[in-house]
C-alpha cells in the first residue's frame, strides 16, 4: 500500500530539521550511559511485515530520526534485531511514530526461536519509551498484540543498550562457529568440504583424505574468548589431537590435546583466545581420514571489543521515501558549515540509501564525502544535481580541496554536473547521464583532479583546470585540453598528442583496484565491499555487471569514532575486526599499527589522524593486501618522521597476487595548524599500489612558514614493482617525490615547488639551486613515467632558478613520457626539465615547456 504521509504526525522528523539548522547533528531519543553502550544500531534487522519498500524494518536501527519502519495493519506484529552476540540488556528505548502500540512486550532470546518477555504494557501511549530492562539474549524483539490506531507498528527507532560478553560466564547457547568461514588441509571430496562442519546439518560432514596429520580451521570474524568446543565425529574419528587458537591464522597456541579420543561427542572445557580456532589432527584412529559432523564453539565475554554499531551523528543517511525538501534542507545546513570552512573540524558524510530522488541540488563543501549505498552506482539515481563551485574564493576553485562524490548515477538538472575540483576530491563509481564540466562558473582557474570507475555519458569538460587524471571509465569525449590530460584504461579518451594537444594517453591501466565502500545488502544491513585487482583494465569495473570483489559485513569493522584512543583502535586491530574511520579529528598518542594480512582501514567523511608527541600515526606490516582509503593524516606540533609506513624498512616479500593499496590517502603539514613532518608516506613493500595521494605542505592558512611547517619529502618509495596512479605532491623543502624502488611505475603526476624559500642559498642541493621535485634514485634500472608536470611559484624571492623538475639516471630502462614545466606568471623560473634537457620555464605568460620523451 502506498504511504499516507498526509495522516501521520512527523513529530521527529520536524525536530530533526529544527536541529540541524543549528548544529547538524542527529541525536538518540535519550541519554545513552556511559557503561551501557548503543548495540543495535546498523545491526541486521528484521519484521513480520512491513507497510510498503519505503519503510522497511532495517530503518529503525539505521540511526536516522527521520527514517521509520511501519507494519502492515494487523495484529500480531513484531521487529526484531539481531545483536551479534549474546549481551546483557539493560535498557531499551522505542521511538514510536503517529501509529504506536496499545499492548506490546519486549523479548530476549539466545537462538531467536525461545523468547523470554523483559517488559510487557497493556496502556502505550505512543511517543518515546525508555525502559529499564534486565535481560540476555542475540536477539531483541518488540512484539506488538494490540494497536493503538487502525493502521500498523510504526517505529522511527528501535535501540537496545547493554554489554556484550558479560564477564567469565560461558556462553553454551549460541555456537560462535555456525555458518562462519572455514578451510581445511584436505577434503576427501566435493561432498564434504570444510564448510558442512560449522552449517548446523548434522547429517552433513567433513571428512579429510586419509593421512596424517590434517586440520580443519574456522575463522570466528574477531577474537574471541573460547569456553567451550563441542565436536561430533563421524565414524572416523581422531584418536590423538589438538585443539588451537590463533589471532593471525599463523601463531597458534594449544588449549586442549589428547592421545586417547574414542570418537561420538566430545565436549571439551578450554581457556583461550583467538580469532582462529583450529582442530588439529596427529593420528587418526581408522584407515579412512578425519571426518567432523559438527563443530561447537562456545564464547565468554573476556573484554572482547565489539564490531559495528552506529556510524555517529555526522553521518547522515536520506532514504527515497524522505520528502525532497527534507532532504535538501539538511543538505543545504551541512553546505553552509562546509562551504568555506577550509580547516575546521568538523566532517560529514552524505548516504542516499538505493533508489530515486528527484529535485535536489547537493553542493558538496570541505571534508564532506556524498556516497550512494547501493552495490553499483545504477542503484542511487539522482534527477538533480551534484555539484561543486567556487563561489565562496570568488570563483576561484584552486582550493576546493577534501571533498568526493561517490556511487551514485546523477540525471543533471541542465544537462551536465559541475565539479570544479582541485586536489584531494576523488570522483569515483559515478554515472553522470550527461556533460562533465570540471571548471568553475565564470571559468575561474582550476588546479587538477581525479577521476576513476566512473562514465560520462557527454563530454569531459575541462576548460581551465590545468591537469587532470582519470583512469578505468568511459566517456563521451573531451572538450579541451590545457597543459596535460592524462587517461588511462579511458574507453572514449583522445589518443595520445601531447603536446598539441596536450593528452596522454594509455589504453589500459597495468594494475589497479576500485576503492573499497559501504553498501547497504538485500536486508538493510551494512557491508563493505572490496574489489578485486584488475589488470589491464578497460573501463568501468561495473558496466558489464557488479564489480568483482568480496564483501565484508559492518560486524567486523571496529567502527571508530573521535576520541576513540589509539590503544582501543589498536586492541581492536589485534582481534582481529577491520577499521571503520567515522567523520572527524583523531589525536593519534601512539602508532597504530596495521599487521594482519587482508586488514580494510576505510574512512568516510575525511576522518583526519593527527599524531601527538612526534609519534609516526600509522604503520602497516609487510603482508598481503591490506586496503587503506579516504584518510587524512595531519601532522601534529612535534615533528613526526611520517605519517604513515607501509612496510618496515627492509620489507622483501613479494605481493603480487594481493598488493597492499594506499587509495585516497592525503597529507597535509600546516594550514590547520603549524604541523611537520619530515616525510609524509614511505612505501618499503613490493608491489604496493598508490592510487590517488596529495601530499601538500601547506602554502596557506594557519602554521605556514620556511621554518614552521618543514617537511622533507611528500613520498619516499623503496618497495619493487610499485605502481603509483595519480600523485598530486606539492611544496616540500627537498625532493617531493624519491623513487629507491626497481620496477616502478608512475601514471600522473602533479606538482608545485616550494613557494618560499627565503633564498637560492637556503634551498641549494650540492653545487645546484633547487631539489628535483621527482628523482628517480641513480641505482635504479628500470622506472617509466607518464604524464608528469611541475610547476614553480617563488613568492617570496622570484629570483630563484630551480635547476631542474626532474632527475633520473640515463639509461634505456628509465623512461618518461609527456613531461612539462611551468613557471607561474614568471615567479622564479626552471632551468631544465628533466635532468640538463628541455629549455627555461619562464616568463609572464605561464606557458609550459614539454618534453615529449626521455630519454
Known amino acids: 500500500m502506498s504511504p499516507l504521509p498526509s495522516r501521520r504526525p512527523r513529530p521527529l522528523l520536524a525536530a530533526l530539521t529544527a ?30 511485515s512491513t507497510e510498503n519498500a519505503g519503510t522497511p524494518a532495517s530503518n529503525a536501527t539505521d540511526g536516522n530520526a527521520g527514517t521509520r519502519w511501519s507494519s502492515a495493519f494487523a495484529d500480531p506484529q513484531w521487529i526484531q534485531v539481531d545483536l551479534g552476540a549474546t549481551a546483557t540488556v539493560s535498557r531499551v528505548s522505542l521511538a514510536w511514530e503517529g501509529a504506536y502500540a496499545r499492548a506490546y512486550q519486549v523479548q530476549t532470546s539466545t537462538d531467536g526461536a525461545t523468547w523470554t518477555t523483559v517488559f510487557s504494557t497493556t496502556s502505550g501511549d505512543g511517543g518515546t519509551d525508555d525502559l529499564t530492562v534486565s535481560g540476555t539474549g542475540r536477539y531483541v524483539r518488540v512484539y506488538g498484540t494490540a494497536r493503538a490506531t487502525a493502521y500498523g507498528y510504526s517505529l522511527w527507532e528501535f535501540q537496545v543498550y547493554g554489554t556484550t560478553g558479560g564477564g567469565s560466564g560461558c556462553d553454551t547457547a549460541t555456537n560462535a562457529a555456525q555458518g562462519r568461514p572455514a578451510t581445511a588441509s584436505s577434503t576427501e571430496n566435493a561432498g564434504t568440504p570444510a564448510s558442512a562442519a560449522v552449517d548446523g546439518d548434522p547429517g552433513t560432514r567433513w571428512a579429510s583424505a586419509a593421512a596424517d596429520p590434517q586440520w580443519l580451521r574456522i575463522d570466528l570474524g574477531s577474537v574471541r574468548t573460547v569456553c567451550r568446543v563441542v565436536l561430533s565425529w563421524e565414524a572416523a574419528y581422531a584418536r590423538a589431537y589438538q585443539i588451537q ?19 561420538g561427542t566430545d565436549t571439551v572445557t578450554v581457556t583461550g583466545s583467538g580469532r582462529y580456532l583450529r582442530v588439529y589432527g596427529t593420528a587418526r584412529a581408522t ?4 571426518s567432523l559432523w559438527e563443530v561447537a564453539v562456545n564464547t565468554a565475554g573476556g573484554g572482547t571489543i565489539p564490531g559495528g554499531g552506529s556510524l555517529g551523528p555526522n553521518v547522515l543517511t536520506f532514504d527515497p521515501s524522505m520528502s525532497a525538501a527534507t532532504i535538501q534542507g539538511q543538505l543545504d545546513t551541512v553546505f553552509r558549515t562546509q562551504e568555506s570552512n577550509q580547516f575546521g573540524t568538523q566532517r560529514y558524510a552524505l548516504m542516499f540509501k538505493p533508489g530515486d530522488y528527484s529535485g535536489i541540488n547537493a553542493q558538496i563543501g570541505f571534508y564532506t564525502s556524498i556516497m550512494g549505498l547501493g552495490r553499483n552506482p545504477g542503484d542511487v539515481r539522482i534527477h538533480g544535481d551534484v555539484t561543486v563551485d567556487a563561489g565562496w574564493f570568488n570563483g576561484n576553485a584552486t582550493q576546493n580541496f577534501w571533498r568526493s562524490a561517490s556511487n551514485m548515477r546523477v540525471y543533471p538538472s541542465a544537462g551536465f554536473t559541475r565539479w570544479a575540483v582541485s586536489q584531494a576530491a ?19 582557474w582550476a588546479s587538477g583532479g581525479y577521476i576513476a570507475d566512473s562514465r560520462v555519458t557527454g563530454v569531459v569538460q575541462p576548460y581551465s583546470q590545468q591537469q587532470w587524471y582519470t583512469r578505468d571509465s568511459n566517456v563521451g569525449g573531451y572538450l579541451n585540453a590545457v597543459w596535460n590530460m592524462t587517461n588511462s584504461g579511458v574507453v572514449g579518451a583522445p589518443a595520445t598528442s601531447f603536446p598539441n594537444p596536450p593528452y596522454t594517453t594509455l589504453a589500459q591501466t597495468p594494475v589497479s583496484r576500485d576503492v573499497p565502500y559501504l553498501y547497504l545488502d538485500a536486508a538493510g544491513a551494512y557491508q563493505v565491499f572490496v574489489p578485486s585487482t584488475r589488470t589491464n583494465a578497460s573501463g568501468a569495473s561495473w558496466l558489464a555487471g557488479a564489480t568483482a570483489g568480496t564483501s565484508i559485513p559492518l560486524s567486523q569493522f571496529y567502527v571508530a569514532k573521535p576520541g576513540d584512543s589509539a590503544a582501543t583502535i589498536n ?34 567523511g575525511y576522518p583526519t589522524l593527527v599524531p601527538q608527541n612526534g609519534v609516526v600515526p600509522m604503520t602497516v606490516a609487510d603482508v598481503d593486501g591490506v586496503r587503506l582509503a579516504g584518510l587524512l593524516f595531519d601532522a601534529g606540533a612535534v615533528n613526526s618522521p611520517v605519517l604513515l609506513q607501509v ?20 597529507f597535509r603539514i600546516g594550514g ?38 618543514t617537511a622533507d619529502t611528500g613520498l619516499i618509495v623503496n618497495g619493487d614493482n610499485v605502481t603509483a596512479l595519480g600523485l598530486f605532491v606539492e611544496h616540500y623543502q627537498k625532493h617531493e617525490v624519491i623513487w629507491n624502488g626497481e620496477n616502478g611505475r608512475t601514471i600522473f603526476f602533479q606538482n608545485e615547488l616550494p613557494y618560499d624559500p627565503p633564498n637560492a642559498a ?28 611541475s610547476y614553480c611559484y617563488f613568492n617570496v624571492d622570484p629570483t630563484i632558478a630551480a635547476y631542474h623538475a626532474f632527475e633520473a639516471p640515463t639509461r634505456s630502462g628509465v623512461r618518461f613520457h609527456d613531461l612539462l614545466t611551468v613557471s607561474l606568471g614568471g615567479n622564479g623560473s626552471i632551468t631544465h626539465v628533466i635532468n640538463d634537457t628541455g629549455a627555461t620555464a619562464q616568463g609572464t605568460a605561464t606557458v609550459p615547456v614539454n618534453v615529449v620523451s626521455y630519454p
Open 672 to 709: 590547520a595548524h603549524a604541523g611537520k613532518a619530515t616525510t609524509s608516506l614511505v612505501v618499503n613493500q613490493d608491489d604496493a599500489l598508490i592510487d590517488h595521494i596529495w601530499a601538500w605542505r601547506g602554502d596557506h592558512g594557519t602554521g605556514i612558514g620556511w621554518t614552521v611547517n
Open 647 to 666: 612496510g618496515p624498512a627492509g620489507s622483501a616479500a613479494r605481493h603480487t597476487a594481493d598488493p597492499t593499496s594506499i587509495q585516497d590517502v592525503f
Open 426 to 444: 576523488p570522483f569515483r563509481r559515478m554515472d553522470i547521464q550527461g556533460d562533465l564540466n570540471l571548471a568553475p562558473n565564470g571559468y575561474g
Open 19 to 48: 536541529l540541524l539548522a543549528t548544529v547538524a547533528l542527529v541525536a538518540p531519543p535519550g541519554p545513552a550511559r556511559a557503561a551501557d553502550p548503543l548495540l543495535s544500531q546498523g545491526r541486521p534487522t528484521t519484521a513480520s
Open 571 to 604: 586492541a581492536a586491530l589485534a582481534q582481529g575486526l577491520n577499521l571503520l574511520f567515522t567523520p572527524g579529528v583523531y589525536a593519534v598518542d601512539q602508532t597504530i599499527a596495521v599487521n594482519r594480512a587482508g586488514t580494510v582501514v576505510l574512512g568516510i
Open 287 to 290: 584407515g579412512y581420514g578425519y
Open 762 to 789: 637556503a634551498w641549494t642541493n650540492g653545487s645546484r639551486v633547487g631539489y628535483a621535485a621527482f628523482k628517480v634514485a641513480d641505482s635504479v634500472t628500470s622506472f617509466e613515467g607518464w604524464g608528469m608536470g
Open 245 to 263: 587458537t590463533s589471532t593471525d591464522g599463523a601463531t597458534w597456541t594449544t588449549v586442549y590435546g589428547t592421545t586417547t579420543g574414542d570418537g
